[in-house]
């Protein structure tokens, strides 16, 4: 049963980052139209009232609801909108392919914060994250130094990334409702997000002259990207440890690579494909080298939702 468990944690989070490759390329597309935070804020508004409507309207659902996922949900999830906020925030001052190296990481970071934990990384999951980090360096390929503020900025949205899958796993490891404790994640980032949208130099809350294609992304970073997607964050970080969650994670270029290489026929150098195929193979180690041990813990929202 454990062994079934890690593969369906994997194969869901496969599945949330290729629809965050998907959304890399819609993004493009609805930021012509709507603001960076405008856009974070409405994207986490669908996926509250998603949340809230799908589970949240039953009495039961806040059974037993106590102060350890609240203090979670609100940890995490401010952590999260920082992450968001600065990523956007430094892309104004390098190239994105910068960005996303940078970006990338946390990937190098989840280890570090792990040994501080006091709790070592094996030989074979700090070999996978060596190989993930070549991987993304094929894949951003950054020409530029960028100027230090961007970079800065950049870097902490990294750190704050990989605080926040160590902090998740730590709380997904408790008895806390996993549906509940993602819920109020998505209302905490969008509470911060339409604060920063509302102030006089923000872009507002509601985009009046955004495209259809604008609305159609919201949706679906709302639903698919966010939504669904952090609530399998928090249900796979009680199977998975968060150093393989960020190796798996570093899929998220090639899922877009591909993607626009499908959808939008962008042709890649062959460096980008190299980067790609180095980073599968760091996932394919990492799945190899994490033993299977965790046992997770019983949800009761699992079997009452």
């Not at 062994?3 to 390329?25: D, K, N, P, Q």
């Not at 923000?202 to 970073?221: F, Q």
Request: aromatic residues 10%; glycine residues 8%.
């Amino acid at each position: 049963m454990i062994e079934y468990r890690h593969r369906s944690a994997r194969i869901a989070l496969l599945g949330v980052t290729a629809i965050w490759g998907v959304t890399f390329s819609l993004n493009q597309v609805a930021l012509h139209s709507i603001g960076a935070v405008t856009l974070t804020f409405l994207r986490f508004l669908v996926a509250s009232v998603f949340l809230l409507v799908v589970f949240g309207l039953r009495r039961s659902f806040w059974r037993n609801f106590g102060r350890v996922e609240l203090t979670g949900g609100l940890m995490t999830g401010a952590l999260l909108f920082g992450a968001y906020l600065t990523q956007t925030e430094g892309q104004r001052y390098i190239s994105a392919s910068l960005a996303g190296f940078l970006t990338g990481l946390s990937v190098v970071l989840v280890p570090i914060f792990f040994l501080t934990l006091g709790r070592r990384p094996t030989n074979l999951q700090l070999a996978a994250t060596i190989i993930a980090l070549i991987g993304l360096y094929l894949l951003a390929g950054p020409q530029d130094h960028g100027r230090l503020l961007g970079v800065a900025l950049v870097v902490a949205c990294a750190l704050l990334f990989a605080l926040q899958l160590v902090v998740v796993e730590h709380y997904s490891n408790t008895m806390v409702a996993i549906i509940r404790f993602t819920l109020i994640q998505m209302a905490t980032v969008t509470v911060l997000a339409g604060a920063v949208a509302l102030r006089p130099d923000g872009s507002g809350l509601i985009p009046l002259h955004a495209s259809n294609e604008a609305w159609a992304t919201v949706l679906i970073n709302g639903i698919g990207a966010s939504a669904l997607g952090f609530l399998a964050q928090t249900w796979s970080l009680r199977w998975l440890s968060s150093i393989e969650v960020s190796v798996i994670y570093t899929l998220e270029p090639v899922f877009a690579a591909v993607i626009a290489f499908l959808a939008l026929h962008q042709s890649e150098s062959i460096r980008i494909w190299i980067g790609g195929m180095v980073v599968v193979a760091s996932m394919v180690l990492i799945s190899i080298a994490t033993p299977n041990e965790k046992p997770g813990l019983w949800d009761p929202q699992e079997s009452s939702t």
